[in-house]
T-cell receptor, first 118, second 113 residues
Framework: DTAVSQTPKYLVTQMGNDKSIKCEQNLGHDTMYWYKQDSKKFLKIMFSYNNKELIINETVPNRFSPKSPDKAHLNLHINSLELGDSAVYFC?????????????????FGPGTRLTVL | DQQVKQNSPSLSVQEGRISILNCDYTNSMFDYFLWYKKYPAEGPTFLISISSIKDKNEDGRFTVFLNKSAKHLSLHIVPSQPGDSAVYFCAASEEGGAQKLVFGQGTRLTINP
């Protein structure tokens, strides 16, 4: 009955490889996000999708490509991995309110995927 | 340029006493503020929030205070319990900001028995 789940939980890979992280939410939310928590522990937004449409795209290298096949899923594919991509990646979801704004802006987070690039 | 700052990386408090976690922000367009709590190997979980039209919001042992003129908010936990030991993140968003949350770097709270 996990609300927001991510796979895998840990990912160790070599530089230059391509990898994907999957996220699924069963909360019925229509908005999903990817965040990156770097070595300094800052949590920074990368992408957001609302009803499968990209609405936030921060300054992220185009090696990162999110894909949302449906409202319940948001996957993150990373090409040509670099050492600096090592971080914990969190998926989150939320629901837009009737006013066009998130109801209380509350976002529900997954457990994170720790990516280590060697 | 960090728009949300938590200047205390860690805080240690005796069980039963009050814990006060602080957060400062620089963007005057922020109008909604949240606190998240994070245990190791888990994602952040929502704790409490406050709109800029208020200066205080209370939920059980947790109270958030907002001082807009100082661009400062704080989270009070009273009484503190061992289960409160976690990392606390302050976050903020602005109207029309596409629901983007901007997080501080977190404060690790340790409650000592």
């Amino acid at each position: 009955d996990t609300a927001v789940s991510q796979t895998p939980k840990y990912l160790v890979t070599q530089m230059g490889n391509d990898k994907s992280i999957k996220c699924e939410q069963n909360l019925g939310h229509d908005t999903m996000y990817w965040y990156k928590q770097d070595s300094k522990k800052f949590l920074k937004i990368m992408f957001s999708y609302n009803n499968k449409e990209l609405i936030i795209n921060e300054t992220v290298p185009n090696r990162f490509s999110p894909k949302s096949p449906d409202k319940a899923h948001l996957n993150l594919h990373i090409n040509s991995l670099e050492l600096g991509d090592s971080a914990v990646y969190f998926c989150a979801s939320s629901q837009w309110g009737a006013s066009g704004r998130l109801a209380y802006n509350e976002q529900f987070f997954g457990p994170g995927t720790r990516l280590t690039v060697l | 340029d960090q728009q949300v700052k938590q200047n205390s990386p860690s805080l240690s408090v005796q069980e039963g006493r009050i814990s006060i976690l602080n957060c400062d922000y620089t963007n005057s367009m922020f109008d909604y503020f949240l606190w998240y709590k994070k245990y190791p190997a888990e994602g952040p979980t929502f704790l409490i929030s406050i709109s800029s039209i208020k200066d205080k919001n209370e939920d059980g042992r947790f109270t958030v205070f907002l001082n807009k003129s100082a661009k400062h908010l704080s989270l009070h936990i009273v009484p503190s319990q061992p289960g409160d030991s976690a990392v606390y993140f302050c976050a903020a968003s602005e109207e029309g900001g596409a629901q983007k949350l901007v997080f501080g770097q977190g404060t690790r709270l340790t409650i000592n028995p």
